[in-house]
């Protein structure tokens, strides 16, 4: 589903090279959730990152579905990203002027998804929120806020979802109602998970867990 192979990746910051993989090979099969842990500033999120084609790595492939990064065009790539990929993100990113129906159905718009509002408002129900259809973020409580997150992330059918400590920002409590949540819909769907996280506990939820460290996945 997955491949990572020979992964190369640095950041110059001022003068100075920050080598973060030098040869990273990962793999993910179909529907295994996996979570991702280590130290801030490990490289967790710049995983995702390439991994989403929203970075590019120095050197090595990134292939997704049998399509190998390198050989899509920057429109394809956007493209196929779109269609493949949902993410959710530890600070939510919904768009603060639209409401919640209107951030679920963003993706389904630029996939051209048919029935966007049926499905959308199908997603929220299934979250919990059908009566908060029309709120916006500001009007939403951390836990909605992620909820909102989780359909949008869900709402083009992805392949695999991408979440960047996604209770992160939540209490114990609301962060193992959202990730109930989350589960319960990527099971359903059989969709991959690429988790990273700091708790233990959300990670004991996948079938594997990879500590990330010194550039290295084990
Ligand atoms: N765009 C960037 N330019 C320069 N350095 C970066 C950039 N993004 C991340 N870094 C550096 O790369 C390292 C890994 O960052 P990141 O992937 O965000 O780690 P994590 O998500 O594990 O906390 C950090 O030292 C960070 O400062
Ligand atoms: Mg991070």
């Known amino acids: 589903m997955l491949k990572l192979k020979s992964l190369k990746k640095s950041y110059q910051q001022g003068l100075e090279n920050i080598s973060i993989f030098e040869h990273l090979d990962f793999h993910v099969d179909v529907g295994q959730r996996v979570a991702i842990m280590?130290?801030?500033?490990?490289?967790?999120?710049?995983?995702?990152?390439?991994?989403?084609?929203?970075?590019?790595?120095?050197?090595?492939?990134?292939?997704?579905?049998?399509?190998?990064?390198?050989?899509?065009?920057?429109?394809?790539?956007?493209?196929?990203?779109?269609?493949?990929?949902?993410?959710?993100?530890?600070?939510?990113?919904?768009?603060?002027?639209?409401?919640?129906?209107?951030?679920?159905?963003?993706?389904?718009?630029v996939c051209g998804i048919e029935k966007p509002k049926e499905k959308a408002i199908e997603l929220l129900e299934s979250v919990g929120l059908s009566h908060r259809l029309d709120h916006l973020p500001s009007q939403l409580s951390?836990?909605?806020?992620?909820?909102?997150?989780?359909?949008?992330?869900?709402?083009?059918?992805?392949?695999?979802?991408l979440?960047?400590?996604?209770?992160?920002?939540?209490d114990d409590e609301t962060g193992n109602t959202v990730m109930n949540i989350l589960f319960e819909l990527i099971k359903k769907n059989n969709t991959t998970l690429i988790l990273v996280t700091h708790s233990k506990d959300v990670a004991a939820?996948?079938?594997?867990?990879?500590?990330?460290?010194?550039?290295?996945?084990?």
Not at 56 to 79: A, W
Not at 142 to 161: D, F, M, S, W, Y
């Open 142 to 161: 951390g836990g909605e806020k992620q909820r909102v997150a989780i359909a949008r992330a869900l709402i083009h059918n992805p392949k695999i979802i």
């Open 205 to 218: 939820r996948c079938e594997k867990t990879y500590e990330l460290a010194h550039g290295n996945l084990t």
């Open 38 to 109: 280590g130290k801030s500033g490990s490289g967790k999120s710049t995983l995702l990152s390439l991994i989403s084609g929203i970075i590019k790595p120095d050197s090595g492939d990134i292939i997704l579905n049998s399509v190998c990064y390198k050989e899509l065009k920057e429109s394809e790539l956007n493209d196929f990203r779109a269609t493949n990929i949902g993410f959710i993100f530890q600070n939510f990113h919904l768009v603060s002027y639209l409401n919640a129906l209107e951030n679920v159905m963003l993706p389904a718009k």
């Open 163 to 170: 979440a960047d400590e996604p209770s992160g920002n939540l």
